[in-house]
């Protein structure tokens, strides 16, 4: 099942990450079975590099990212992940209190800036609180930490001693970020940081993102669902299906050589910028599998249009197939797919 | 300069403006300032500085002792309130003026007792609030902030609590504290030391013999399910949000988010309800007094005195009247202050007024 990892420059390795929901019922709250969210996840993040993760609503992108930060406790599997001080820590085996020495070099930024900032908190207060709980600054240093820290995301200090709701989507995505960088992250996972804001404005956070990578030597973990956003932004692109990877490839080869049907599908509904172009995107049959009572075999079959018997019994395991491209599909060798049009 | 340039300065210009009127958005300032506009809250609020001032000097704005009455002057009655009251009081009633509005069947003069009335009306209120507040929102923060069983088995506690019927129970509780309680004189036991803290606290307030810590006792058991809830309920609501996550990744502890995120984001919420539920508070000391349940004699409760009045309704109404008059006066204040505090601190509010 996991993808081999003879990889050199890991900074994060995950295997078979397992994360269920119990799901309860009854008055005495019985657990009578589990919603699968996040079901042998294996992938790997180079030091460096931006993966991008993408999948429709539900599949498990966001539970994925959460879990591998121990903001939920995974049902099972590994993640490790190299601190720069410690080296190669099991983030799933540690507690509470060990998370707290490698939470400064795992960061998160969060999808709505609505709901990520304290409204309640001034800017400064809210930028500032990583570095007082972690006592790295305090007094006239933390004040010109801050200033500094909204300097780079591109807000005026002078804004410090406001409030969040006096700034607009895409300024307080600006101070979400500001304190993710706060600590030096290595690695922090983007939640889906641009959908929530206008299209203009996702450009500028985008390449705010981008220029922060470059200058800080960020790792990114890229979750959306905009294919065009990750194409932009990522060096590999995982593709997950109701708590599964099945395709992991260079953005480019995922993008203009899919190997998996629904990679394909997904690309197929990139909308294309020309008018006389009348290609018919691919329609998929059915619904989106359900976690809590997936398909037998591989969960895609249903809705597979390449699909064949072995595929409703057996669960395709995710292969390279090619250097560096992954694919969870029994027959990845064989099928010509047809990937995003140029 | 050329048109453009002036329009640019124009622009800047109207930012400044703009920047200069955004920066004083505190929030609570905000609040502050919509309820400084509400005229109703501001009433509530004069009137409660009022009482209170009222409450603390009682012995010096009294013109008379609230104990000790001149028997010859029982059920006397002033010349201007025979013109006011119905009835030909004027008939039967002892008429003179050396009371502003009378004197009870003791003699006592009715002012006097209304004022001292403040000692219990009032502390009654604030320490029934108090207590609700600090134990509701202690046991609802750990409730809906550890979830699962923990919030299970916590509520279904206050859920018990909660299908006594309250006044049932605080009837029981204080016909406890009263007999157990009250007259123990054995040191050594728990009972002796609760009449002792008893007697410290009617001295504090001034009172002589009033039995005031029961009171507060009975309220505080019964009052602080309701906080409980809501705090539950709003940090239920709360902790799912991303900063809260936020917090977390940061490596923040428990007690600081509790304190330092959820706490400012709910107080608002809360300190309305208990704002709202002081009149209730009041009105329940008024009606343990009124059965004979509540303060000790002589200690003047406006409830004792409406239970004393009560019995001469129909031919001195003026002694059930003037503490009546007082306690509607007070509710009325303590619930135009919520209500302006909701006003004020409901963000769905903000740009309205």
Same mark, same amino acid.
């Given at each position: +099942? ?26 005495? &709250? ?22 991008? %993760? ?10 994925t ?29 540690m507690? $509470? ?10 960061q ?10 304290? @409204? ?13 709980i ?14 500094? %820290?909204?300097? $780079? ?20 995505? *600006?101070? /979400? ?8 992250p ?5 939640d ?18 981008e ?10 973990l ?13 060096d590999?692109?995982?593709? +997950? ?10 953005t480019?080869?995922l993008?203009y050589?899919p190997?998996? @049907?629904?990679? #394909?599908?997904l ?24 976690? !809590?009572?997936? @398909?037998?075999g591989?969960?895609f ?9 072995i595929c409703?019994?057996?669960?395709? #395991? ?11 599909c ?8 047809? /990937?995003v049009?140029? | 300069?050329?048109?453009? #340039?002036?329009?640019?300065? &124009?622009?800047l210009?109207? #930012? ?17 300032? &919509?309820?400084?506009?509400n ?7 004069v ?5 209170? =001032? ?9 013109p008379?002792?609230y $104990?000790?009455?001149?028997s ?10 025979t ?6 009081? !004027? ?6 003026n ?34 609700? %507040?600090i ?9 809906g902030?550890?979830?699962g ?20 129970? =605080? ?10 309680f009250?007259? !123990? ?7 002796y030391?609760?009449? &002792? ?5 009617? *001295? ?8 005031m810590?029961?009171?507060f006792?009975?309220? /505080? ?10 705090a ?25 988010i ?8 709910? =107080?608002?919420p809360i ?19 009124? =059965?004979g ?15 004393? /009045? ?24 303590f ?9 004020? %601190? ?8």
């Amino acid at each position: +099942m996991a993808a081999e990892t003879t990889q050199d420059n890991l900074l994060l390795d995950v295997k078979d990450l397992k994360k269920y929901f119990p799901i309860r019922s009854g008055l005495l &709250r019985r657990v009578t079975g589990a919603v699968k969210a996040v079901d042998g996840v294996s992938f790997f993040i180079r030091d460096g590099e931006t993966l991008g %993760l993408v999948g429709e609503s539900g599949c498990g992108k966001t539970t994925t990212g959460r879990t591998i930060l121990r903001l939920l406790d995974p049902t099972g599997g590994t993640i490790r992940f190299k601190d720069p001080k410690l080296g190669w820590v099991d983030i799933d085996k540690m507690s $509470r209190e060990e998370m707290k020495a490698v939470r400064p070099n795992m960061q998160i930024i969060f999808q709505d800036p609505f709901s990520s900032l304290d @409204p309640r908190m001034t800017v400064e207060r809210i930028v500032s609180e990583p570095l007082v709980i972690n006592k790295v600054a305090s007094g006239q240093e933390l004040k010109d930490r801050v200033a500094d %820290l909204l300097r $780079r995301v591109g807000m005026r200090p002078e804004y410090m001693s406001r409030y969040p709701h006096a700034f607009s989507g895409g300024q307080r995505q *600006r101070i /979400g970020i500001a304190r993710a960088l706060a600590l030096n992250p290595k690695l922090i996972v983007c939640d889906e940081p641009v959908s929530a804001l206008d299209v203009s404005i996702q450009a500028q956070v985008l390449n705010l993102l981008e220029d922060l990578q470059e200058e800080l030597k960020l790792t990114y973990l890229f979750i959306a669902h905009d294919l065009s956003v990750v194409e932009h932004i990522s060096d590999r692109v995982a593709v +997950m299906y109701v708590g599964h990877i099945v395709e992991m490839a260079d953005t480019e080869a995922l993008y203009y050589s899919p190997k998996h @049907p629904y990679t #394909e599908a997904l690309m197929a509904a990139v909308p294309k910028p020309d008018p006389r172009r009348r290609e018919r995107p691919i329609k998929l049959p059915g619904e989106v599998a359900s976690p !809590a009572n997936p @398909p037998s075999g591989c969960y895609f079959h249903p809705r597979c249009r390449y699909a064949k018997e072995i595929c409703s019994k057996v669960m395709p #395991e995710l292969q390279e197939i090619e250097p560096d491209h992954f694919v969870a599909c029994h027959f990845a060798r064989e099928l010509k797919l047809r /990937g995003v049009v140029v | 300069m050329t048109r453009q #340039e002036a329009a640019a300065r &124009r622009l800047l210009g109207r #930012e400044q403006e703009a920047e200069r009127e955004q920066k004083v958005t505190n929030l609570w300032a905000d609040a502050l300032r &919509r309820m400084a506009r509400n005229r109703a809250a501001i009433v509530g609020l004069v009137i409660i500085i009022a009482l209170v =001032i009222m409450a603390i000097f009682a012995d010096k704005i009294a013109p008379y002792d609230y $104990r000790a009455g001149d028997s010859a002057d029982n059920y006397m009655v002033p010349l201007w309130l025979t013109r006011i009251l119905p009835g030909n009081m !004027a008939a039967y009633a002892q008429i003179g003026n050396k009371y502003l509005f009378g004197a009870d069947y003791l003699g006592r003069d009715l002012l006097s007792r209304v004022i001292y009335g403040t000692r219990v009306s009032l502390p009654v209120g604030f320490v029934g609030a108090m207590t609700a %507040l600090i134990i509701g929102l202690v046991y609802g923060s750990i409730s809906g902030y550890y979830g699962g069983k923990v919030d299970d088995i916590m509520m279904r506690i206050v859920d018990i609590v909660y299908a006594f019927p309250t006044m049932l129970l =605080i009837i029981l509780l204080m016909a406890f504290f009263k007999t157990s309680f009250g007259g !123990a004189n054995v040191p050594g036991t728990a009972a002796y030391t609760f009449n &002792r803290i008893n007697h410290v606290v009617d *001295r504090f307030l001034g009172l002589e013999g009033g039995g005031m810590l029961f009171i507060f006792m009975g309220i /505080g058991i019964t009052a602080w399910m309701g906080i409980a809830r809501l705090a539950r309920g709003q940090i239920l609501s709360l902790k799912e949000k991303e900063f809260i996550l936020a917090s977390r990744m940061i490596g923040a502890s428990d007690i600081r988010i509790i304190t330092r995120h959820i706490l400012p984001n709910i =107080i608002g919420p809360i300190l309305v309800t208990v704002t709202l539920s002081i009149p209730g508070y009041i009105s329940t000391e008024v009606f343990l007094s009124f =059965i004979g349940l509540g303060v000790d004699p002589p200690t003047p409760s406006w409830g004792a005195m409406i239970s004393e /009045g009560a019995r001469a309704i129909r031919s001195y109404p003026n002694q059930v009247l003037l503490p009546a008059l007082m306690l509607a006066i007070t509710m009325f204040a303590f619930n135009f202050l919520g209500d302006g505090l909701r006003d004020a %601190l409901d963000p769905r509010m903000r740009g309205t007024s």
